[in-house]
């Protein structure tokens, strides 16, 4: 009852705040400032398009208003009764045509420009994956490096529990790092369903498909920090998978490659390592947060049916190789992703033994060996 | 073809609407149950459509109060996605799509100087599986995991992902092609057979044309669209892969094939919308449709072009840059016949004597928002502008002016067009004419500040937003409340219509010269034309 009060509450206050909100944040209304090559092109053309369809429509609906106004019974117009004219109806059959076959010309320019990847200085491939994306730099400068890269945004904040941050929903724990002038072409393939990727600043944009590779490219022309967001539905957490991509000088960038390698060999884990139980359930508690808390909730209890809870649950309380492969296969045709190629050994014996350990779970821990034995 | 008829003795002369005596010996609800009269009918029809008009009305309103603020506040994110979905497929597939079989079941018998619909009983039976349906996919909500959060799309493999209520889904999206199939060889048989002596192809109302050739797309597309989902349902329940890459299928076959119905779905959609303004607009004019002919020529090409544009779609799932091109193209000569429409109606009320009743302003509204709608379609038609735009809320609004400026403004102005005819009784024009400065300012109030979004980068489908799109959102969502209420208006004018209007005469618009304006009494009788009348 409370917190409904408080959400009504908050609603007509939110009303109230209309025109304050309007001024607390430039009104966006046009496309983001170019930065790319392209991305201007699309708006160029664009831009050519809106100015012949306003000049048409103001024209046709001028003819419209005018006849509404000059032809009404009221003041005592009498109806003609012509009902054809084989001229006019040519015409206005034939200029159009005309028009779109002008149009036509700077589109196809576009198009190919756009369809071009060829001969590109770094390529990533990005894998969406429920409910995040993951990059691996497969070819030129930086090639190797690979991360994941989520929503940091406290679920507090969209919660309505603490104020809103300035880039609310669109910041991440690992950007994606580019140089800039430099042609960068991105792989795009899914882990599960059908996501899509998007950078308006450089007009990017192109699904990522489970199965399939499919590709794009932009040039960004400036360095900064470009943000935004899965746009192909994807399930529950859709809303929240936002994509960052951070240009930076080449310096910069190949001391970012630099720094990136050497965490990279650092993070490296010793499969055989054995753990202690605090050790590892510290680790997993991260793992956890990070990869399970959207679905399973923070308490364990799932938001049931569709994704069940952990707590007191037969796979996360029974034998630990049910609870392994669920974690490292996940459950075909559910929302339950495989895990396997994302996490290494000791993220997931971490995982595992988080969830074995917490809430009423007392099921023992999992070493990563066990989890290495495991893969197939 | 006659045969159809019952036998019952017809009193031409009392005029009145004394039903008793007219429909099998049945009353209460049995006589609707067994009704196999096209008035009957298109009369459950038109009350079916509006209650899912409702009913998807209410989604519509609890997605806006979830975008009214950023942050998630009423909803969590899996029931928003069931909202997105089953607002979407109530709207196309229950208010829409209904709401125009109901004008073909009222009016069609009556334009061509019929009795009845050709197949009388198969005509119950396809309005009557649609309850069956509709109930399937409000139940889905109640099932375990919900209603499907897929968009109406039907996107897999996300599908695969949803729990009994997609299935469900399945059953009620069959059901409804059935209906839809059923329902348009009704139509095309009724059409092609019992036109009254003298009534040429040529000669039918522009109505008539269009929704001839809509039937034709009906029995194209549903079947396409029943592949579809029967696919999806064996890929979720019968190990297939139709649409799983690992198995050899291919996600975007699926999209291939929704789109492939999807598109001439728009124009299953539009086409008897444009009938209906072709009737309106020259009645208020006073002066016959400009262009018939080519008006007819032009609903040809359109359906016809609409099976060559799907994957336009579909411009980022990464076609070969011809495959762009050709759809680019096709796409972009859809705008000419559907220009030809939009000057012909414009050139039927250039000296005219026009008068602006409410069927009229509805009508014109159309003209006009429809136009606008028209022009962003051509926007996205062009591949790199679509790829910035596609799945953003530009398209939300693309669609909504095509939807519901187009199709929903349509159906209105039909509405109170022949409201007089149907019931009788007039309804109130003052009341009519606020409900439709209402709904056009609210409309555009809810959708043009959606163009903005769209271009500014807000994707559809996403529960809450980044802070730059609160203001528009905000406008939205108060534009959509408005919207809401006002339909609330038109019910109560409807049925205060029904209840206590002033009697109408046979004729009440000055320029309508259809046959049910001009050869029957109002209101029109049970069986509309017992002696086909001449046409010369
Ligand atoms: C009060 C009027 C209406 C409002 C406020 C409204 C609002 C909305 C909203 C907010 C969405 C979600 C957009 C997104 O995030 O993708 C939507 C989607 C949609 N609406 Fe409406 N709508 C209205 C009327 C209609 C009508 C009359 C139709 C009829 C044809 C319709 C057809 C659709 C369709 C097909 C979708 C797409 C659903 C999907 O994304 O799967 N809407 N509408
Ligand atoms: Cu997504
Ligand atoms: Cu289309």
């Given at each position: 009852?409370?917190?409904?009060?408080?959400?009504?509450?908050?609603?007509?206050?939110?009303?109230?705040?209309?025109?304050?909100?309007?001024?607390?944040?430039?009104?966006?209304?046009?496309?983001?400032?170019?930065?790319?090559?392209?991305?201007?092109?699309?708006?160029?053309?664009?831009?050519?398009?809106?100015?012949?369809?306003?000049?048409?429509?103001?024209?046709?609906?001028?003819?419209?208003?005018?006849?509404?106004?000059?032809?009404?019974?009221?003041?005592?117009?009498?109806?003609?009764?012509?009902?054809?004219?084989?001229?006019?109806?040519?015409?206005?059959?034939?200029?159009?045509?005309?028009?779109?076959?002008?149009?036509?010309?700077?589109?196809?320019?576009?198009?190919?420009?756009?369809?071009?990847?060829?001969?590109?200085?770094?390529?990533?491939?990005?894998?969406?994956?429920?409910?995040?994306?993951?990059?691996?730099?497969?070819?030129?400068?930086?090639?190797?490096?690979?991360?994941?890269?989520?929503?940091?945004?406290?679920?507090?904040?969209?919660?309505?529990?603490?104020?809103?941050?300035?880039?609310?929903?669109?910041?991440?724990?690992?950007?994606?790092?580019?140089?800039?002038?430099?042609?960068?072409?991105?792989?795009?393939?899914?882990?599960?369903?059908?996501?899509?990727?998007?950078?308006?600043?450089?007009?990017?944009?192109?699904?990522?498909?489970?199965?399939?590779?499919?590709?794009?490219?932009?040039?960004?022309?400036?360095?900064?920090?470009?943000?935004?967001?899965?746009?192909?539905?994807?399930?529950?957490?859709?809303?929240?998978?936002?994509?960052?991509?951070?240009?930076?000088?080449?310096?910069?960038?190949?001391?970012?490659?630099?720094?990136?390698?050497?965490?990279?060999?650092?993070?490296?884990?010793?499969?055989?390592?054995?753990?202690?139980?605090?050790?590892?359930?510290?680790?997993?508690?991260?793992?956890?947060?990070?990869?399970?808390?959207?679905?399973?909730?923070?308490?364990?209890?799932?938001?049931?049916?569709?994704?069940?809870?952990?707590?007191?649950?037969?796979?996360?309380?029974?034998?630990?190789?049910?609870?392994?492969?669920?974690?490292?296969?996940?459950?075909?045709?559910?929302?339950?992703?495989?895990?396997?190629?994302?996490?290494?050994?000791?993220?997931?014996?971490?995982?595992?033994?988080?969830?074995?350990?917490?809430?009423?779970?007392?099921?023992?821990?999992?070493?990563?060996?066990?989890?290495?034995?495991?893969?197939? | 073809?006659?045969?159809?008829?019952?036998?019952?003795?017809?009193?031409?002369?009392?005029?009145?609407?004394?039903?008793?005596?007219?429909?099998?010996?049945?009353?209460?609800?049995?006589?609707?149950?067994?009704?196999?009269?096209?008035?009957?009918?298109?009369?459950?029809?038109?009350?079916?459509?509006?209650?899912?008009?409702?009913?998807?009305?209410?989604?519509?309103?609890?997605?806006?109060?979830?975008?009214?603020?950023?942050?998630?506040?009423?909803?969590?994110?899996d029931q928003f996605n069931q909202f997105i979905t089953m607002h979407g497929l109530i709207m196309v597939f229950g208010a829409i799509m209904p709401a125009f079989v109901g004008f073909a079941n009222w009016q069609i018998p009556m334009m061509i100087g019929a009795p009845d619909m050709a197949?009388?009983?198969?005509?119950?039976?396809?309005?009557?599986?649609?309850?069956?349906?509709?109930?399937?996919?409000?139940?889905?909500?109640?099932?375990?995991?919900?209603?499907?959060?897929?968009?109406?799309?039907?996107?897999?493999?996300?599908?695969?992902?949803?729990?009994?209520?997609?299935?469900?889904?399945?059953?009620?999206?069959?059901?409804?092609?059935?209906?839809?199939?059923?329902?348009?060889?009704?139509?095309?048989?009724?059409?092609?057979?019992?036109?009254?002596?003298?009534?040429?192809?040529?000669?039918?109302?522009?109505?008539?044309?269009?929704?001839?050739?809509?039937?034709?797309?009906?029995?194209?597309?549903?079947?396409?669209?029943?592949?579809?989902?029967?696919?999806?349902?064996?890929?979720?329940?019968?190990?297939?892969?139709?649409?799983?890459?690992?198995?050899?299928?291919?996600?975007?076959?699926?999209?291939?094939?929704?789109?492939?119905?999807?598109?001439?779905?728009?124009?299953?959609?539009?086409?008897?919308?444009?009938?209906?303004?072709?009737?309106?607009?020259?009645?208020?004019?006073?002066?016959?449709?400009?262009?018939?002919?080519?008006?007819?020529?032009?609903?040809?090409?359109?359906?016809?072009?609409?099976?060559?544009?799907?994957?336009?779609?579909?411009?980022?799932?990464?076609?070969?840059?011809?495959?762009?091109?050709?759809?680019?193209?096709?796409?972009?000569?859809?705008?000419v016949p559907t220009g030809v429409k939009v000057f012909n109606w414009v050139a039927t009320m250039w000296k005219g004597s026009l008068t602006f009743e409410t069927p009229m302003l509805f009508a014109l509204g159309f003209l006009f928002l429809f136009t606008l709608g028209g022009f962003t379609?051509?926007?996205?038609?062009?591949?790199?502008?679509?790829?910035?735009?596609?799945?953003?809320?530009?398209?939300?609004?693309?669609?909504?002016?095509?939807?519901?400026?187009?199709?929903?403004?349509?159906?209105?102005?039909?509405?109170?067009?022949?409201?007089?005819?149907?019931?009788?009784?007039?309804?109130?024009?003052?009341?009519?004419?606020?409900?439709?400065?209402?709904?056009?300012?609210?409309?555009?109030?809810?959708?043009?500040?959606?163009?903005?979004?769209?271009?500014?980068?807000?994707?559809?489908?996403?529960?809450?937003?980044?802070?730059?799109?609160?203001?528009?959102?905000?406008?939205?969502?108060?534009?959509?409340?408005?919207?809401?209420?006002?339909?609330?208006?038109?019910?109560?004018?409807?049925?205060?219509?029904?209840?206590?209007?002033?009697?109408?005469?046979?004729?009440?618009?000055?320029?309508?010269?259809?046959?049910?304006?001009?050869?029957?009494?109002?209101?029109?009788?049970?069986?509309?034309?017992?002696?086909?009348?001449?046409?010369?």
């Amino acid at each position: 009852m409370r917190a409904t009060l408080k959400r009504v509450i908050s609603l007509l206050a939110t009303l109230g705040a209309l025109a304050a909100s309007a001024q607390a944040h430039a009104i966006a209304w046009y496309f983001r400032e170019p930065g790319s090559q392209l991305a201007r092109d699309i708006d160029t053309l664009h831009q050519y398009v809106m100015w012949l369809i306003i000049i048409i429509f103001v024209g046709v609906f001028a003819f419209m208003f005018y006849a509404c106004w000059a032809h009404r019974k009221s003041v005592g117009h009498k109806a003609a009764q012509f009902h054809e004219n084989t001229t006019v109806e040519l015409l206005w059959t034939v200029i159009p045509a005309i028009i779109l076959i002008i149009i036509a010309f700077p589109a196809t320019k576009v198009v190919i420009a756009q369809k071009d990847t060829s001969s590109p200085d770094i390529t990533v491939k990005v894998t969406g994956i429920q409910w995040k994306w993951a990059y691996d730099y497969v070819k030129g400068e930086g090639e190797g490096i690979s991360f994941v890269s989520m929503l940091t945004t406290p679920r507090e904040q969209i919660e309505g529990d603490a104020p809103k941050g300035e880039n609310y929903l669109l910041e991440v724990d690992n950007e994606l790092v580019v140089p800039v002038n430099k042609k960068i072409r991105i792989l795009t393939t899914a882990a599960d369903v059908v996501h899509s990727w998007w950078v308006p600043s450089f007009g990017a944009k192109q699904d990522a498909i489970p199965g399939f590779i499919r590709d794009l490219w932009f040039r960004p022309e400036v360095t900064g920090t470009f943000r935004s967001q899965c746009v192909e539905l994807c399930g529950k957490e859709h809303g929240f998978m936002p994509i960052v991509v951070h240009v930076v000088s080449q310096d910069e960038y190949s001391k970012w490659v630099a720094q990136k390698q050497k965490e990279m060999a650092a993070q490296q884990d010793d499969p055989s390592k054995t753990w202690g139980l605090d050790e590892l359930k510290a680790r997993g508690e991260k793992v956890y947060a990070a990869n399970c808390v959207a679905c399973h909730q923070a308490n364990g209890k799932g938001t049931p049916p569709a994704f069940p809870p952990l707590d007191g649950s037969k796979t996360a309380t029974g034998p630990k190789e049910g609870h392994i492969d669920t974690v490292l296969n996940g459950r075909p045709n559910t929302a339950m992703a495989a895990f396997g190629k994302q996490l290494n050994d000791t993220d997931i014996a971490a995982v595992v033994t988080y969830e074995r350990n917490s809430w009423s779970n007392k099921a023992g821990i999992v070493q990563p060996a066990e989890v290495k034995a495991r893969r197939k | 073809m006659s045969s159809v008829v019952d036998s019952h003795d017809h009193d031409h002369a009392h005029g009145g609407h004394d039903h008793h005596d007219h429909h099998g010996g049945y009353s209460g609800v049995m006589r609707w149950i067994t009704t196999t009269n096209h008035k009957d009918i298109g009369t459950m029809y038109l009350w079916f459509s509006f209650m899912m008009f409702m009913v998807g009305g209410v989604m519509a309103l609890a997605i806006r109060l979830e975008l009214f603020s950023p942050g998630m506040q009423f909803f969590n994110p899996d029931q928003f996605n069931q909202f997105i979905t089953m607002h979407g497929l109530i709207m196309v597939f229950g208010a829409i799509m209904p709401a125009f079989v109901g004008f073909a079941n009222w009016q069609i018998p009556m334009m061509i100087g019929a009795p009845d619909m050709a197949f009388a009983r198969l005509n119950n039976w396809s309005f009557w599986l649609l309850p069956f349906a509709g109930t399937l996919l409000i139940l889905s909500f109640f099932t375990p995991g919900g209603a499907p959060g897929v968009g109406w799309t039907l996107y897999a493999p996300l599908t695969v992902q949803m729990g009994i209520g997609m299935d469900l889904t399945i059953f009620a999206v069959h059901i409804l092609g059935m209906s839809s199939i059923l329902g348009s060889i009704n139509i095309i048989t009724t059409i092609l057979n019992m036109r009254a002596p003298g009534m040429t192809l040529m000669k039918m109302p522009l109505f008539c044309w269009t929704w001839l050739i809509t039937a034709y797309l009906l029995v194209a597309a549903m079947p396409v669209l029943a592949g579809a989902v029967t696919m999806t349902l064996t890929d979720r329940h019968f190990g297939t892969t139709f649409f799983n890459a690992a198995g050899g299928g291919d996600p975007v076959l699926y999209q291939h094939i929704f789109w492939f119905f999807g598109h001439p779905e728009v124009y299953i959609i539009a086409l008897p919308a444009f009938g209906v303004i072709s009737q309106v607009i020259p009645a208020f004019s006073r002066k016959p449709l400009f262009g018939y002919a080519s008006m007819v020529y032009a609903t040809s090409a359109i359906a016809i072009l609409s099976f060559i544009v799907w994957a336009h779609h579909m411009y980022t799932v990464g076609m070969p840059v011809t495959g762009q091109l050709f759809f680019m193209y096709a796409t972009t000569l859809i705008a000419v016949p559907t220009g030809v429409k939009v000057f012909n109606w414009v050139a039927t009320m250039w000296k005219g004597s026009l008068t602006f009743e409410t069927p009229m302003l509805f009508a014109l509204g159309f003209l006009f928002l429809f136009t606008l709608g028209g022009f962003t379609g051509l926007v996205l038609s062009l591949v790199p502008v679509d790829i910035q735009l596609h799945d953003t809320y530009y398209v939300v609004a693309h669609f909504h002016y095509v939807m519901v400026a187009g199709a929903l403004f349509s159906a209105f102005a039909g509405v109170y067009f022949w409201l007089p005819k149907w019931t009788g009784k007039m309804y109130d024009e003052k009341l009519g004419q606020v409900h439709f400065w209402l709904t056009l300012i609210f409309f555009n109030m809810i959708f043009f500040v959606q163009h903005f979004l769209g271009m500014a980068g807000m994707p559809r489908r996403i529960p809450d937003y980044p802070l730059m799109f609160e203001t528009w959102n905000k406008i939205s969502s108060i534009g959509a409340f408005g919207f809401g209420l006002t339909q609330l208006l038109f019910l109560y004018i409807v049925l205060k219509c029904i209840r206590s209007g002033e009697p109408a005469p046979q004729k009440p618009w000055e320029g309508a010269d259809s046959l049910e304006w001009t050869h029957l009494p109002t209101p029109a009788p049970y069986h509309s034309f017992e002696t086909q009348p001449v046409v010369k």
